[in-house]
């Protein structure tokens, strides 16, 4: 299963599931629910962190977290 | 007069909500600490019609009411404790239009606590040119709210939202969304438990690591056995109560929220590209580095030089008008030279400040943090800690104070041990005033001034020490925490003026009165043992008379001779003597060791304590730095401030950890007196090692 780590700059997914307990409740609240879409917007050197546009807010996560989290990509 | 009455400020970082708080109090505000924390907080009183005032409070901006640091902590203990005295009779939460979404989710949670709510949507200019429209009327049904459409930038709205807090009775108390709903079993055993208590309420005190003591502990007793339930349990439940409001949210914006994504002028995509760019972002950052420091070095010199010499001639005037004695004495030699060691300071802060406002309020901050994480991290620090130690070269409190949204209990810890490395603005005088003492005035490749570049490196000692030490205690300290690191990008804007110049004004001035209690109260204590002593120091006159006789000696040479005679019998000059074998082997007297020892308070009180130490004794107007460079060595008549000894004096304040302050704030900050005793100690040895070793070679 694809997650967040592995979007490509300009890429859309949709946020399927990921281990509750390895995700600040703090993501959450800024959107990063299931069902919720997620774009790559940039990445700093080494694709870490990871700017994003989830569900509308920008923000940026660290791959490691970013691979927590399942996704499927939108065409 | 009226009874004034709480409002409460509350919304999302980056919403806003401190122009809104500077719109509707003016300069009518006061800034000061929670009680017992150094969480800031910011109250004013807001006029409103009819001579009925509103004392606003502009609480801690939070994305929601589940807390996971101090700053947000406060905001839960003011909006559960009904008793409270800053428990608000109206909240107004500020919202962003282009951020809507997430900025209702706190909104849905004050409303559930069934306080009055107004709903303030920040940046309503930028609306036209985002193509956004709103149905205001559909919206406030739904939200069962009143709402001001505002922009505190074009100063629009503020009649209307000021109409609403004065009619704050009339609105709606009723919760908008049921957290109930996603556990029914769970929630109705509350209910049974807790029949006079608010459900959500209940929820929040169960789910929150706060410090409730505040609150009324009777009314939440048995509490605790609702937390039986596993932490991961209670934060799934969490994600669903998250998950339930933002189906609310959705529904709601659906029918009242349109963007015409095809005519948005997509200006921050393309300010990213750049500013984020994996080679040009890190260019443009270095750059925006370089600006400051000269800034601070090279702008501020000329106002600093102005305030020097104003304050030498002060005190000579002084000297000369008042009528002789003790207290005209105490004022010039000890108050004024004391109190111009500290407002010399004022160009640079208020410069460091400046950048520090402009590069948050812009928005600019957070992509430093992004492109500087990965690189801080392999020193066990985390790209948030680029702000404190940007910041700590201002002052080291306000950086540890901005650790506080580092994520990581160890990335932060690290951080806070090792910010007090950087080059604060209290090492300045120092700085400044010895190099301009040891080190030629000349130019390398006939552009950059020596001086100048000793200052850089000064800069990059600082940053170096931190860095390393950083990485050393992440090889060493055994901590174990999971790496979260969320941070939000936000808009681009232009800073306001206002905002800006009202950080730069409050902070300097809290710098200010801060630093200057303490250097005035240690320049009267010094000049006191200064200028009184035992035995020999009362007799002064006859002994230095008595071995000059038979001797040509002028007159003006003699009374040199007994005013450093006494100053050496006097109470300080006994202590300075005690302490002189300690700091002889860095290069060092007496009267250095002095300073050293009362700036273990605050480092700039090294300046005015070696003014207010020579100026005691010499009768001409002079600055403090034409004094300093007069000191000789009284065998080899070398002068005290040389090559070695100043190389050994700056890079002893390079590392040494002399602020009381700063020590008062780590054990604040990490709750342990183990942190500070530990950097005190481990930068006090590094100091005198790396000064002694310098001097020793140099010598």
Redesign the interface.
């Known amino acids: 299963m694809p997650t967040i780590a592995h979007l490509k700059k300009g890429e859309r997914a949709i946020i399927k599931e990921f281990p509750?307990?390895?995700v600040?409740?703090?993501?959450?609240?800024?959107?990063c629910?299931?069902g919720n879409e997620v774009a790559l917007?940039?990445t700093?050197?080494?694709q870490?962190?990871m700017?994003l546009n989830i569900?509308?807010?920008?923000?940026?996560?660290?791959k490691?977290?970013a691979s927590q989290i399942e996704i499927e990509l939108i065409n | 007069m009226a009874k004034q009455f709480n409002v409460a400020l509350i919304g999302n970082p980056n919403t806003g909500k401190t122009s809104v708080f500077n719109q509707l109090t003016g300069l009518n505000q006061k800034v000061g600490n929670y009680p017992g924390i150094t969480v800031e907080r910011k109250e004013g009183i807001c006029k409103l019609d009819r001579g009925v005032k509103a004392h606003i409070l502009d609480l801690p901006g939070t994305?929601?009411l589940?807390a996971?640091s101090l700053d947000e902590n406060v905001v839960i203990e003011v909006l559960l404790n009904k008793n409270d005295k800053d428990f608000p009779d109206v909240a107004i939460v500020v919202c962003d239009v282009e951020?809507l979404?997430?900025n209702l989710?706190l909104f849905t949670q004050i409303k559930d606590l069934g306080i009055p709510t107004i709903l303030a949507i920040n940046m309503a200019d930028r609306m036209k040119r985002k193509a956004i429209s709103l149905q205001i009327p559909e919206m406030e049904k739904r939200l069962e709210t009143k709402i001001a459409l505002i922009s505190s930038r074009k100063n629009e709205g503020f009649d209307e939202l000021k109409e609403l807090i004065s009619n704050y009775k009339q609105l709606s108390t009723a919760p908008c969304v049921d957290a109930s709903v996603i556990a029914p079993d769970y929630f109705d055993r509350l209910r049974k438990t807790f029949p006079n208590q608010d459900l959500y309420k209940l929820w929040l005190v169960i789910t929150q690591d706060v410090n409730f003591g505040k609150l009324d502990r009777n009314a939440f007793q048995g509490v605790a056995s609702f937390k039986t339930e596993s932490k991961?349990n209670l934060?799934?439940l969490?994600?669903k109560e998250?998950?339930r409001r933002?189906q609310f949210i959705n529904e709601t914006l659906k029918d009242t929220l349109q963007v015409d994504s095809a005519n948005a002028k997509d200006f921050?995509?393309k300010l990213?590209?750049v500013l984020?760019h994996?080679v040009w972002g890190y260019v443009i950052f270095f750059g925006i580095l370089l600006l400051i420091f000269q800034a601070i070095f090279d702008w501020s010199s000329y106002p600093m030089d102005f305030i020097d010499e104003s304050f030498a001639s002060l005190s000579e005037w002084t000297k000369n008008t008042l009528p002789k004695g003790d207290f005209t004495n105490l004022l010039a030699e000890g108050i004024i030279s004391g109190l111009g060691g500290i407002i010399i300071f004022i160009p640079q802060i208020a410069f460091l400040f400046l950048f520090i406002a402009v590069l948050e309020e812009s928005g600019y901050m957070?992509r430093v943090?992004?492109?500087m994480?990965?690189v801080m991290r392999r020193f066990g620090l985390s790209?948030k800690s680029v702000v404190p130690l940007v910041s700590g070269t201002a002052c080291a409190i306000p950086a540890i104070m901005a650790t506080r949204n580092i994520?990581n209990w160890k990335e932060r810890l690290i951080t806070i041990l090792v910010t007090p490395f950087t080059t604060c603005s209290a090492r300045l005088p120092v700085y400044l005033i010895i190099i301009s003492l040891v080190i030629p005035e000349e130019r390398v490749l006939g552009i950059f001034s020596l001086q100048g570049l000793t200052l850089m490196f000064l800069y990059l000692l600082g940053f170096g020490a931190a860095i390393l030490s950083a990485y050393l205690l992440d090889k060493v300290l055994r901590i174990k925490t999971?790496?979260?690191?969320?941070?939000?990008?936000?808009?681009y804007k232009v800073p306001m003026f206002k905002n800006v110049a009202i950080t730069v004004i409050e902070k300097t001035k809290s710098f200010v009165l801060g630093a200057g209690k303490i250097i005035l109260a240690i320049s009267i204590i010094l000049w006191v043992l200064a200028s009184y002593g035992p035995g020999d120091f009362n007799n002064a006159e006859e002994i230095v008379r008595q071995e000059n006789i038979g001797k040509t000696t002028s007159e003006d040479d003699i009374e040199t001779q007994i005013a450093s005679f006494k100053l050496e019998n006097s109470y300080i000059g006994i202590m300075g003597k005690a302490i002189e074998p300690a700091v002889a082997p860095l290069g060092y007297d007496w009267k250095i060791g002095i300073a050293i020892v009362s700036s273990f308070a605050a480092r700039e009180v090294f300046v005015g304590t070696l003014a207010t130490i020579y100026s005691v004794g010499s009768e001409e107007e002079e600055t403090i730095k034409n004094r300093m460079a007069a000191e000789v060595h009284p065998v080899s008549g070398v002068p005290r401030f040389n090559f070695a000894s100043g190389i050994s004096l700056l890079l002893f304040y390079a590392f040494a950890m002399q602020c009381m302050s700063t020590l008062a704030v780590v054990r604040k900050e990490t709750n342990s007196w183990k942190w500070p005793l530990w950097q005190l100690g481990a930068m006090t040895v590094i100091a005198y090692v790396v000064a002694l070793a310098a001097y020793q070679f140099l010598k």
Do not use: C, W
């Open positions: 509750v307990d390895l600040p409740l703090k993501l959450l609240e800024m959107g629910l299931p917007v940039q700093a050197p080494f870490d962190p700017y569900n509308g807010s920008h923000l940026a996560i660290r490691e977290t | 994305y929601s589940n996971s951020n979404k997430r989710l991961s934060k799934r969490q994600q998250t998950i933002y921050r995509s990213d590209r984020t994996k957070s943090v992004f492109l994480d990965r790209g994520e999971k790496t979260f690191f969320v941070i939000e990008m936000p808009n």
